[in-house]
């Protein structure tokens, strides 16, 4: 059974990088859509990005000009960075994996695994 | 900035029907299958319904989805109390401009 673990402060200032690493045990990293999602306090889910074996990365165009994502195959993790931060950003931020095909040309992309998530609270 | 639309709540009492419809367009719901995900309190979500209508053999067979055109729906039949929870739809969007997951606003479902 894979677990998904997030890891990071959870106190970031304004104008600072927001760090995130998460952890994945009990499988390959290799052959998965690796996610992160974030949540903003009472608000619904946002989806941020994904890499899949790190030449294949889609960011949301939102926040695209700020964000990196990556993957560490040899410790099993993968991370985000997004720069410039300010008080919106404050969220949960979950890791996740999806597992994504296609059928007739109609997209799979489900989200079956996910972290416990982290929140992250942007504050001086 | 979603781009599915939900209602942003329903209830029913014990053993009633509740549907929540989910609007897109047709470069998401139109053109790739729904998920939806259901979300208890404090706790991250979890799929209950893959490829628009086909459910996971630990997610109970009162909930049931659908999706016509641009729009889907998921139904939970037979209300539970456990059943109280926020719901999103999503599904992947490929329009001109970019190419990403988008999920619903939303709907909180309480149990009267």
């Known amino acids: 059974q894979e677990q998904l673990q997030e890891s990071g402060p959870g106190l970031v200032k304004p104008s600072e990088t927001l760090s995130l690493t998460c952890t994945v045990s009990?499988?390959?990293?290799?052959?998965?859509?690796w996610t992160w999602i974030r949540q903003p306090p009472g608000k619904g889910l946002e989806w941020i990005g994904h890499?899949?074996?790190?030449?294949?990365?889609n960011y949301n165009p939102s926040l695209k000009s700020r964000l990196a994502i990556s993957v560490d195959t040899s410790k099993n993790q993968f991370s985000l960075k997004l720069r410039s931060v300010t008080a919106a950003d404050t969220a949960v931020y979950f890791c996740?994996?999806?597992?994504?095909?296609?059928?007739?040309?109609?997209?799979?992309?489900?989200?079956?695994?996910w972290g416990q998530g982290n929140l992250v609270t942007v504050s001086s | 900035q979603s781009v599915l639309t939900q209602p942003p709540s329903a209830s029913g009492t014990p053993g009633q029907r509740v549907t929540i419809s989910c609007s897109g367009s047709?470069?998401?719901?139109?053109?790739?299958?729904v998920y939806w995900y259901q979300q208890l309190p404090g706790t991250a979500p979890k799929f209950v319904i893959y490829?628009?209508?086909q459910r996971p053999s630990e997610v109970p067979d009162r909930f049931s989805g659908s999706k016509s055109g641009t729009s889907a729906s998921l139904a939970i039949s037979g209300l539970r109390s456990e059943d109280e929870a926020d719901y999103y739809c999503?599904?992947?969007?490929?329009?001109?401009?970019?190419?990403?997951?988008?999920f619903g606003t939303g709907t909180k479902v309480t149990v009267l």
């Open positions: 996740a994996r999806a597992l994504r095909g296609t059928i007739f040309g109609a997209v799979i992309h489900r989200i079956d695994s």
């Open positions: 009990g499988v390959s990293i290799s052959g998965y859509y």
């Open positions: 890499i899949y074996d790190s030449g294949n990365i």
């Open positions: 047709s470069s998401n719901i139109g053109s790739n299958f």
């Open positions: 490829r628009n209508d």
């Open positions: 999503a599904a992947w969007d490929d329009s001109p401009s970019a190419s990403l997951y988008v």
